[in-house]
T-cell receptor, first 113, second 114 residues
Framework: KNQVEQSPQSLIILEGKNCTLQ??????????LRWYKQDTGRGPVSLTI?????NTKSNGRYTATLDADTKQSSLHITASQLSDSASYIC????????????FGTGTQLKVEL | GAGVSQSPSNKVTEKGKDVELRCDPI?????LYWYRQRLGQGLEFLIY????????KSGLPSDRFSAERTGESVSTLTIQRTQQEDSAVYLC????????????FGQGTRLTVV
């Protein structure tokens, strides 16, 4: 069964600090991986997409990495801000078969003063 | 519509009553997902539709939960004889069949069982 596991489940950091969120998956055949950000009370929105051939991609203070061999991805947040407080969800797409998506349960990040 | 629409946005119901939650996906999106999210918790998968069929309904927690989709469009999640532990936000997402497909989420229905 395809699975996506994220760690840590929750994280508290001080404003200005960096952090890294992890995503491990067993989805096969792999098509792509997206990181979503879910602000409190809102639906998740896509931050970045990683395809098989991409190792790293940046979107502002967010940098995602992908190791397709070990089936791991990370999301690194630099110089965190209070507005980064949210849930971060890793979603992996299966190649073919309607491109079914498998969602991780998310990492709850809280940035404090 | 421009995005995924869910209704109602909030629902308060008495324990034991039945509720219906509705999801209008983005037009043309063949895949539709229902998730449950308890306060402060992660997404809990409920059911996945491809067209009007549900090839994966493994996340439905009990036989009180059912869902259907018609016209490859609207989906309804029904919870019968609601219990307090059903209180949560129910999120719907839809996606297309393109290779770099993105899931688009509705704002969710907040269900409170009293």
């Amino acid at each position: 069964k395809n699975q996506v596991e994220q760690s840590p489940q929750s994280l508290i950091i001080l404003e200005g600090k960096n952090c890294t969120l992890q995503c491990n998956y067993t989805v096969s055949p792999f098509s792509n991986l997206r990181w979503y950000k879910q602000d409190t009370g809102r639906g998740p929105v896509s931050l970045t997409i990683m395809t098989f051939s991409e190792n790293t991609k940046s979107n502002g203070r967010y940098t995602a990495t992908l190791d397709a061999d070990t089936k791991q991805s990370s999301l690194h947040i630099t110089a965190s801000q209070l507005s980064d407080s949210a849930s971060y969800i890793c979603v992996v797409s299966e190649e073919g078969g309607g491109n079914k998506l498998t969602f991780g349960t998310g990492t709850q990040l809280k940035v404090e003063l | 519509g421009a995005g995924v629409s869910q209704s109602p946005s909030n629902k308060v119901t008495e324990k034991g009553k039945d509720v219906e939650l509705r999801c209008d996906p983005i037009s043309g999106h063949t895949a539709l997902y229902w998730y449950r999210q308890r306060l402060g918790q992660g997404l809990e998968f409920l059911i996945y539709f491809q067209g009007n069929s549900a090839p994966d309904k493994s996340g439905l927690p009990s036989d009180r939960f059912s869902a259907e989709r018609t016209g490859e469009s609207v989906s309804t999640l029904t919870i019968q004889r609601t219990q307090q532990e059903d209180s949560a936000v129910y999120l719907c997402a839809s996606s297309s069949q393109t290779r770099e497909t993105e899931a688009f989420f509705g704002q969710g229905t907040r269900l409170t069982v009293v």
